[in-house]
């Protein structure tokens, strides 16, 4: 009777270390997952912040453009 719940002892135990090992092995690829996927963020996010900035500034100095052309268009106006 004990070697028969030694052997049930055995099989769990191996059974519980054969799961442990699957769930910890899940956990590290989607550890590195979604590492990957926060370093692709990353990078989007900067990508954009760069292409905002970007169009931020050709709009400032194309309407920085169209001021100083406005102002010469009233200047020879005036002459």
């Known amino acids: 009777m004990r070697q028969a719940h030694r052997d049930e002892e055995l099989v769990l135990r191996k059974r519980k270390y054969k799961i442990e090992s699957e769930v910890e092995n899940w956990i590290h ?5 979604m590492e990957e996927k926060q370093t692709e963020l ?9 292409l905002e900035w970007l169009y931020f500034g050709l709009q400032s100095n194309s309407r920085l453009y169209m001021l100083t052309k406005q102002i010469s268009c009233k200047a020879c106006k005036h002459n």
């Open 29 to 33: 690829k989607y550890d590195a997952e």
């Open 42 to 50: 990353d990078e989007i996010t900067v990508s954009g912040f760069c």
